[in-house]
């Protein structure tokens, strides 16, 4: 998966990108901001194997860098 060891599920239902514990707030927001631009990169077989859909990686990339 190239890169993209920091993208975890939570369970099926509840599926989030979470940042490496111990950030502070410039770095979360950084940190954010180049996942959700890896996951914009994702192809479809790419997302499948995570268990994301197309819909889902619209809605989680399009998220600024301020929110969860």
Do not use: C, Y
């Amino acid at each position: 998966m190239n890169g993209f060891t920091d993208i975890r599920l939570l369970s099926a239902q509840q599926q989030t990108l979470h940042a490496p514990a111990g950030l502070g707030r410039w770095s979360l927001f950084w940190h954010r901001w180049t996942t959700r631009q890896h996951l914009q990169a994702l192809s479809a077989q790419q997302l499948a194997d995570v268990g994301l859909t197309v819909q889902q990686q619209r809605m989680e990339g399009m998220k600024p860098f301020w929110r969860t």
